[in-house]
T-cell receptor
Framework: DTAVSQTPKYLVTQMGNDKSIKCEQN?????MYWYKQDSKKFLKIMFS???????INETVPNRFSPKSPDKAHLNLHINSLELGDSAVYFC????????????FGQGTRLTVV | AQSVTQLDSQVPVFEEAPVELRCNYS??????LFWYVQYPNQGLQLLLK??????LVESINGFEAEFNKSQTSFHLRKPSVHISDTAEYFC??????????FGSGTRLLVRP
C-alpha cells in the first residue's frame, strides 16, 4: 500500500564503491524526484523526471546517475562513493509536471565509511 | 533566485501552548507554498499548501498557515500543541516549476 517506496532504507558502504537506490511509486504520478537531505537537515533537489524524461538536473556530480525505466520507477546510481555523499536520500513524486506538490518516500540513509 | 527562510532552527514549547513557526520566501512572481512535517526517522508528509484562493489554509490536525503577500510570509500556527506534534517542520516554495525550494527546517519540541 505504500505510495512511494524506496529500497534499501539503510545503506552502509565503503568509499569508492558503487551503489544504487531504488524508488517506486504506485500513485500513477507522471513526475518523480530525488532529493538529498544533509546532516543539517537541509533538503535540496537533485533530479526530476517527467514520464521517463529528465527535466531537472541540479549541480550534482556526474557520479550520480538517475535512471527511469518507466514512469513508476526512478532509481539512483552512485559511482565511486565519497564520504561527503553520506546523507538521507528521498524519492518523491507528483501528479504532473509543473505541479510542485510532492509525495515523499521514507528515505534511504546512506553512510559512506 | 528564489529562497525560503525559516529563522528559527528550534522552537521549544509546552504542551497545550500555542505555537508559530515562521517562514518567509523571496519571490517576485506568483508562488505556491507548502508546509511539510518530518517525524523522527520518517519521510516528509505534506501538512498543508497554498496554491490560490483563500489565504488561510488548514490541516486536518489543527495547524493553519496564512499566505501574506505583502510580508512574503507563510507562518504556521497551532493554538494548542500536543506532544505528538514534536517533529521537524519544513516550509517550501515553488513557482510554476517542477521543484520545491525548502527552508532549513524548524524543530518543534513540545514538552509536557
Amino acid at each position: 500500500d505504500t505510495a512511494v517506496s524506496q529500497t534499501p532504507k539503510y545503506l552502509v558502504t565503503q568509499m569508492g564503491n558503487d551503489k544504487s537506490i531504488k524508488c517506486e511509486q504506485n500513485l500513477g504520478h507522471d513526475t518523480m524526484y530525488w532529493y538529498k537531505q544533509d546532516s543539517k537537515k537541509f533538503l535540496k533537489i537533485m533530479f526530476s523526471y517527467n514520464n521517463k524524461e529528465l527535466i531537472i538536473n541540479e549541480t550534482v556530480p556526474n557520479r550520480f546517475s538517475p535512471k527511469s525505466p518507466d514512469k513508476a520507477h526512478l532509481n539512483l546510481h552512485i559511482n565511486s562513493l565519497e564520504l561527503g555523499d553520506s546523507a538521507v536520500y528521498f524519492c518523491a513524486s507528483s501528479p504532473r509536471a509543473g505541479l510542485a506538490e510532492a509525495f515523499f518516500g521514507q528515505g534511504t540513509r546512506l553512510t559512506v565509511v | 533566485a528564489q529562497s525560503v527562510t525559516q529563522l528559527d532552527s528550534q522552537v521549544p514549547v509546552f504542551e497545550e501552548a500555542p505555537v508559530e513557526l515562521r517562514c518567509n520566501y523571496s519571490s517576485s512572481v506568483s508562488v505556491y507554498l507548502f508546509w511539510y512535517v518530518q517525524y523522527p526517522n520518517q519521510g516528509l508528509q505534506l501538512l498543508l499548501k497554498y496554491l490560490s484562493g483563500s489565504t488561510l489554509v488548514e490541516s486536518i490536525n489543527g495547524f493553519e498557515a496564512e499566505f501574506n503577500k505583502s510580508q512574503t510570509s507563510f507562518h504556521l500556527r497551532k493554538p494548542s500543541v500536543h506532544i505528538s506534534d514534536t517533529a521537524e517542520y519544513f516550509c517550501a516554495a515553488a513557482r510554476s516549476s517542477y521543484k520545491l525550494i525548502f527552508g532549513s527546517g524548524t524543530r518543534l519540541l513540545v514538552r509536557p
